[in-house]
Structures are given as C-alpha cells and as structure tokens.
C-alpha cells in the first residue's frame, strides 16, 4: 500500500512565467509559413499600439508646450494681477505702487498709462495699443527688455523715441530713428468740440516677443510722454503686479488688497484669460480621449490575433495539456504573448514620441518647405515656433494606459486557450 502510494505519479505544476513559458511565447510570435496571417495582424497590432501612443504623447506634449508659451507670453507682457481705479482717477500711482511692491512674493508693481492709437508710416497705417511706462520698470520686464532686435532702450525714458514690436514695424516700413506718427481721436479740446491729437515720434528700439498678437500691435512710449498725449497728466490707468508664483495668485490677493489703501477693482490673469485657457483645456481633454481610441483599436487587434493563434494551435495545447502542463501555464504563455506586443508597441511608441517631440520645430519647417505652405502660422497661432513641452506624469498616464489595455486584451484569449479541452482538440488528429 505505502508502495504504490510513493510510486503514484504526482500532478505538478511549473513555477509561474518559467523559463519554458517564455521560450514558447517566443516561438509564437515568430513568423511562420504557415502562420503568415496571423503574424500581419499581430504585426500591424504593434504598428497600431506604438503610433498611438507616440501621437498621445507628441500632440499632449504640444498642447501642453502651446499653453505654456500663451501663458508665459501673456504674462509676460500684462502682468498676473490688475489694479484698476474705482471712484476717481488714479492719482496716487507711485505710493500704491510702492505699497504693492513690498507685499512679500510681489516682483514688479508697475503703473501704466494706456491708449488706443492710429500708428502710420511710410508703409501703411495700423491700429494699435500704445502703453506709456517708466523705463525703469521696463527693464525689469524680460519679455520685452531682453528680446530688443534693434536699436536701444538707453534714450526711452528722455522721450526721445517709442519701441515696437517687429511686425508692427515691418508692416508700417520703419526702422530705428524713423519717424512714426500717432493719432488718437482724443485730442484737444477747441471751440469746435475735439480734435484729433497727431504727433510723431522716432523709433527708439523694436523687440520681437515671438507673440504675433503683441509683436503686432504693441507700442511703448514713455509714461511722461504718454500722459501729456492721453490727455491724463499726473494719473495712471492702472497698475500691472508681477509677482513670483503665478499659480499663487489667489493667496496674493488679500494682502495686495490691504497695501491698495483706496477704492479700486483687483483682478489677477486667470479671471482675465478664463474663456481662452478652459477652451485649451477642453480642446486637450477631447484631444486625449479620441487619439486614446488609436490604442483601443490596436487592442482589440490583439484579441484577434490571438484568438486566431490559439484556434491555429489547438493541438499544440493539447498536446501540452497532456504532457502535464497546467491551465495556467497555457494561459500565461498566451498573455505573454500578446502582453509582449503591447509592451514593445508602447516602448516602441514612447522612443518615437520623445524623438518627434525633440525635433518638432525641425519637422514643421521640413514639412512647410515639402508641402510650400506655411504650417503653424502665427497669425492664426499666435506663436512664431511650434512648441512641445512633455510632461512626465502625463507621459507615463498615457504608458500605463496602453499597457493596460494590452494587457486586457490578451485575457480573454489566454483564458480561452486554458479552457481548451485535450480530448476535443484531438479526436480528429
């Protein structure tokens, strides 16, 4: 009795993902004659899974990069917080000024005179938005002070000359110490009601923000200058805050409030821009969810391939079944055979994404001198380069979802493949 006992075979079961388990998922995914359908569709599974993945992280990347330019550029030029007079004009500008300006985490408290203007040259005429600031707060706004392409801010502050932003020159046909006329319908006031104010000035120096909407129609002139043509002598229309942490602005607010002293209306960028920023923020979400069904599509490519390998390997399994091999031994082989093509499709994926999001201005100019046409334009953009900017929690969202749904989609056939009967499988054999 204890003999035949200790001489009964006993079902064992290998380790998980052994070493055999590997070795047959590897010969799976090898292209055979016979198998050449089956190996197209798990070929083309790759392809799908990796140019989906890649486009996720290319097109976050540029949604991401384009909202992060917008952003800088806006505030680089207009300020995170506002402050706009109520009951009176804004008279006390410099006191206000220096309070706000020692508020802890306030960078620059900028006072600003500002108008709606006529600007002409010997090229045309545009409308345009002219600022009078001092010089001294001028320099400390990099946007402008460090992207100067000609000519010099040394003379603004004497009055001897305006800046301007470089398309706005080239439109008028004008460059540095040329004369630019400004017109403005509030002008003097005569017997015969207002006219209009026309004066010249010379061009003191042209930046170029890299911003069409700001390179277009931005014009800066000395605030002295400013308040004597706007008819606002002693007074400010308002002043721009910049502060450290933009993302901080609603813990700045109370505090800036308390250093005001005076009846005015506080606004800061995000009440300002919200229609523009949660337009790009839906357009991202929408943007995410539709390119997520490229990798979906790839998926259920996966469940086809695999369905047909496991009916083409129906005796392969049996035949292992029979040689002791357990339900989830046949399982796993299979789900790594499919997980194998969704791993290396999105590895595959996140390389290819990284390498077009490195070079995304090169291949945009690529593309316009192929195609002729201006891809990306400014005008309609706003920017003058193509931007990307990867986020890595983003980037490894978009991984894990891919590798997630791969590795769905191999479940269903690896447990089907488990569940194949030897018996069936070869009465026929």
Known sequence: MNTETETTPQATGTRPFAAFEWMLAGRYLRARRKETFISVIAGFSFLGIMLGVATLIIVMAVMNGFRGELLSKILGVNGHMLIQPIDGPLTDFDDVAKRVSAVPGVRLAMPFVEGQALVSGSGGAFGALVRGVRIDDLKKIPLISGTVRSGSLADFDSGKG?????????????????????????????????????????????????????????????????????????????IDIFVDDPDRVAAMRIPVEDATIRPAIISDWRQRNVTFFSALEVERNVMFLILTMIVLVAALNIIAGLTMLVKDKGKDIAILRTMGATRGAIMRVFFITGASIGTVGTLAGLGLGVLVCANIESIRQFISWLTQTQLFSPELYFLSKMPA??????????????????????????????????????RYE
Do not use: C, H
């Not at 540095?176 to 207002?194: A, E, F, K, S």
């Not at 980037?395 to 690896?414: D, G, H, N, Q, R």
């Open 162 to 238: 305006i800046a301007l932003g470089s398309r706005l020159a080239a439109g008028l046909g004008v460059s540095v110490g040329q004369p630019v006329t400004i017109v403005t319908p509030r002008g003097n006031v005569t017997p015969l009601g207002v006219t209009p104010r026309v004066k010249a000035y010379p061009v003191a120096a042209i930046f170029e923000i890299g911003m069409s909407e700001y390179d277009n129609t931005l014009v800066f002139m000395p605030m002295e200058q400013a308040q004597l043509y706007f008819n606002a002598e002693n007074k400010a229309s308002a």
């Open 389 to 426: 900017d990867i986020n890595a929690g983003e980037t490894v969202s978009v991984i894990i979802m891919a590798m997630v749904l791969s590795f769905l989609a191999t479940i269903y056939p690896a447990w089907q493949a488990a569940r194949l009967d030897p018996v069936e499988a070869l």
